[in-house]
C-alpha cells in the first residue's frame, strides 16, 4: 500500500500583502474576477472608496449604483469559480 504525504502551503501575513499588492497592477475587471478571493475582496472595497470619493453622498442614484456594483460583481466572481 502507498502512502500519500500532502503538504498544504499557507501564505504569511506578509506573503498576502505583497500578493494583494501585485494584484492592483491588475485592471479593475481582473482584480473584480479574480480567482482569490482576497483580491476579489481588496478590489470591491477599493471600488466602493472611488465612489465615494467621487460621489456626492446626498445623491442616491451614485450610491444605488455602487451598491448594484459590489452585488453584481460578487455575483460574478462566484459564478467565475
Not at 494583494?20 to 497592477?25: G, I, P, R, Y
Request: proline residues 0%.
Amino acid at each position: 500500500m502507498t502512502r500519500l504525504i500532502f503538504t498544504i502551503r499557507t501564505r504569511t501575513v506578509s506573503e498576502d500583502e505583497k500578493f494583494l499588492k501585485e494584484a492592483k497592477n491588475l485592471s479593475w475587471e481582473d482584480r473584480l474576477l479574480h480567482k482569490n478571493y482576497k483580491i476579489r475582496n481588496d478590489a470591491n472595497i477599493n471600488l466602493v472608496a472611488v465612489f465615494d470619493s467621487i460621489s456626492d453622498h446626498k445623491d442616491s442614484c451614485l450610491r444605488e449604483l455602487a451598491l448594484v456594483q459590489l452585488i453584481w460583481t460578487t455575483i460574478c466572481g462566484f459564478v467565475y469559480q
